[in-house]
């Protein structure tokens, strides 16, 4: 028995009667799941027409055993919901003189894509937290190696000195200047201090926003910083030396102390050597060399990782973090706590479904009730030494891990000589026959870095907790388009797939390491891309065998259409019934089952294409970063909830062409249902609902090819491909039958 006085966390399941509802859902589910597999098979025997019919038949089977699989596996996730609340006044009241130092890492790649005012409201937002200032330290790792995002970096840290004593001052909840100042009415009650730090704030916006039109920084401005003479070797963002600098460092030369002499947390920029000769290893590179660098200063035992466009919204996530690290009894065995992926840029119909709010809300619940939450890149802590590789072992139970920071006796030497000694730890050839990428810190040769790095740590024995609070920890951008949407799963998917053919298989590599449960909340992710291949067959297909009305489901007046009905009917009620208890609206559901079908189409079947391809003839990844851009027009449909198609891709043709491909067999199905109107409802009932519903659901495209007239629409490109290719698919199948 736990002893709930000491406990810093405690973690809840659902509900009794909750949990019987789900499982009486999951058992009468699978039951009805056997039943269409067993009709697959009894009437493949019985009812044997022809060899071609055959093979359509025994496609529709693996189709349906997929899909039954896979469902399956979205259960194991929904076994054991796990939900944590944290007790921070307990780690006050006991802890807090020991407070460990803890270590931010940014990471932002591209100036361009990232704009500078969004990269350092992330910096100063985190600055912010409340927590002692100097045994704080935010690392920013430039991959873009730019000089404008430095000087941005410093005009952030002398609006720091403003800033953070304003917010200790106030008990500021929203850290991020750029999200406090949106709300343009002064706070009430108004403070003289406000109208001040604001137009502080207003002035560096205004200076970031002339050296971001300039695109460089001028001679004038170089001279008035001594950083920039790290900038000399700089030839392009792919051909540079170490430049590291620390513009605020503790007890250093460079000691930097707000307005009213409070201390400020450490600010040390980097970006790491590169050549081109040299892979960099994209962002588990650039984290990599942050963890080393750091080790020589600030070593923080607790690490958190952030994409440059997540905020801080809540300045009480560190010690969220902590109740779990420093908690007496299970602290010593978690390596990391995740925070979900949340997003400011989401509207209330998401139209693109990028709040991910099934798997935020319930996958994430229910891998943490197996063992533990996938690390996901950004928003998580980490403890330091289970990033570089330490096993997990009871034996040696090490509870204080916390003290081991190096309490800022770091900066006895200059900051100059620190840097200068520190810089060769970033260079390109460090990682040289060393275990950086492999055993230790996160893994590299992946698209998905993290949820490799992730995994590996929980084979390693670490468990790992998932923290989900009410008041979001963090908030980024969602991309706001439909061929960015696309994209980014393309990644995604794609680096699941190549975890899914590499050794770190969770089915192997995991097996008795971590929980059969955890396994299979792996897989519902790591299948992403295969998935494409049946739902394609399942969106053609039968839609095609209306032109000719040949029935691939039972008749209306058998009694095998009950479990598809039962499917049918239980699996949509249940997944809306789930979005809506997770705080969604019915339009966002139907919204994203929307992109469920088009990510599935398009980016995962062209994520699966673009691995094999490279299995057969040799190419390298690729890191493609989402914008984090969006021009105004665009912004406004989103916000209006008009899909946006214009981008002329692979991609969207391949979708423009399933919905035309289907809008011309419900035109083939009014023909038949003219001809011999009862028979063909009789024999083809299911197909024909699966067809309407595959054209309902595909409304917004077509209204996007036949009637809009914004930038938004169907480029015209794409609609002539579209539509010869779908003609054609039906042309082709009725002529050959
Ligand atoms: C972000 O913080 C504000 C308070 O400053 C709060 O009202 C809001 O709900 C938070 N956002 C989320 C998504 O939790
Ligand atoms: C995010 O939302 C704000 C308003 O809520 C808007 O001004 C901004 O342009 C949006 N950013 C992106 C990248 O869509």
Redesign the pocket.
């Known amino acids: 028995m736990r002893n709930e006085d000491v406990a810093l966390f405690e973690s809840k399941g659902v509900s009794k009667s909750m949990l019987l509802c789900r499982r009486a859902f999951a058992g009468s589910t699978s039951l009805a799941i056997l039943s269409v597999w067993l009709y697959r098979c009894f009437y493949f025997v019985y009812d044997y027409q022809s060899h071609a019919h055959a093979l359509v038949w025994i496609g529709m089977f693996a189709a349906e055993v997929w899909f039954g699989l896979c469902w399956l596996l979205t259960q194991a996730s929904r076994w054991n919901l796990i939900y944590r609340r944290t007790f921070k006044d307990k780690l006050s009241y006991r802890h807090e003189k020991e407070l460990p130092g803890i270590d931010i890492f940014g990471c932002t790649a591209d100036p361009t894509i990232e704009p500078p005012i969004m990269v350092i409201n992330t910096v100063l937002s985190v600055m912010a937290y409340d927590y002692p200032s100097e045994k704080l330290s935010v690392y920013l790792s430039d991959d873009g190696g730019s000089d404008i995002t430095f000087y941005v970096l410093t005009l952030a840290s002398t609006f720091a000195k403003h800033w953070i004593p304003y917010c200790k001052k106030y008990k ?3 850290p991020c200047p750029a ?2 100042f949106s709300n343009s009415a002064p706070p009430t009650p108004a403070s003289e201090d406000w109208a001040s730090i604001r137009e502080l704030y207003e002035e560096m916006k205004n200076r970031i926003q002339s050296v971001t039109e300039l695109g460089g920084i001028s001679k004038e401005l170089r001279l008035e910083h001594n950083g920039f003479t790290g900038w000399e070797s700089f030839s392009s963002p792919r051909d540079h030396d170490t430049i590291l600098h620390i513009l605020i460092g503790v007890s250093s030369s460079r000691e930097v102390k707000g307005v009213d002499g409070c201390a400020l947390p450490n600010l040390i920029y980097l970006a790491r050597e590169k050549r081109p000769q040299h892979p960099h290893n994209f962002k588990a590179g650039a984290i990599n060399s942050l963890i080393r660098v750091s080790e020589q200063m600030s070593n923080g035992p607790v690490i958190l990782t952030l994409d440059c466009d997540m905020y801080s ?2 300045t009480r996530s560190l010690r969220d973090a902590l109740c779990f690290f420093m908690d007496e009894e299970k602290g010593y065995e978690i390596a990391f706590v995740q925070f979900p992926q ?1 997003f ?1 840029n989401v509207t209330r119909n998401d139209i693109y479904g990028s709040s991910l709010r099934t798997d935020m809300e319930v996958d994430f619940h229910g891998m943490d009730g197996f063992g533990g939450s996938m690390y996901i890149g950004t928003g998580c802590f980490h403890r330091r030494d289970t990033l570089c590789g330490r096993v997990f072992s009871k034996s040696q139970r090490d509870r204080g891990f916390w003290r081991k920071g190096n309490d800022n006796q770091y900066f006895i030497e200059t900051a100059y000589d620190l840097e200068e000694r520190l810089k060769d730890l970033a260079s390109c050839t460090f990682e040289k026959d060393t275990q950086w990428g492999t055993e230790m810190g996160l893994k590299y040769g992946c698209a998905v870095e993290d949820v490799i790095t992730g995994l590996s740590i929980q084979c390693n024995g670490w468990k790992s907790v998932y923290y989900n ?5 963090f ?1 980024g951008l969602a991309p706001t388009s439909l061929h960015p949407t696309l994209v980014q799963h393309k990644r995604w998917s794609e680096g699941d797939l190549q975890i899914l053919l590499s050794k770190y298989n969770p089915a192997s590599y995991g097996f008795r390491r971590i929980h059969p449960g955890l396994i299979m909340g792996y897989y519902v992710y790591i299948l992403w891309a295969p998935s494409s291949l049946p739902t394609l067959y399942y969106c053609i297909i039968p839609s095609l065998h209306l032109l000719i009305g040949n029935s691939l489901f039972p008749q209306i007046s058998s009694l095998w259409i009950i479990p598809y009905a039962y499917i049918i009917f239980s699996a949509y009620a249940y997944s809306l019934a789930e979005f809506l208890w997770s705080g969604g609206t019915f339009l966002a559901w139907w919204n994203d089952q929307r992109m469920w079908l088009y990510k599935r189409t398009s980016s995962y079947f062209f994520a699966l294409v673009d691995t094999i391809s490279r299995l057969v003839k040799y190419s390298s990844t690729t890191f493609t970063i989402t914008s984090k851009v969006a021009d105004q027009d665009a912004y406004q449909r989103y916000e209006q909830d008009i899909m946006d198609f214009e981008t002329p891709s692979p991609m969207i043709t391949i979708l423009v062409t399933l919905a035309m491909l289907n809008l011309f067999c419900l035109a083939g199905l009014a023909k038949q249902l003219l001809v011999d109107f009862s028979r063909t409802l009789e024999t083809m009932i299911l197909q024909i609902i699966q067809n309407f519903f595959l054209v309902v659901i595909n409304l917004p495209l077509y209204e996007a090819l036949f009637e809009r007239k914004d930038k938004g629409k169907v480029p015209s490109s794409v609609t002539v491909k579209s539509v010869f290719l779908a003609l054609l698919a039906c042309a082709c199948f009725t002529f050959l039958h």
Request: no cysteine; net charge negative.
């Open positions: 500021l909840e929203t999200a406090y919204n809540s949340s400011e609070p009410e008041r979001k920890g908030l």
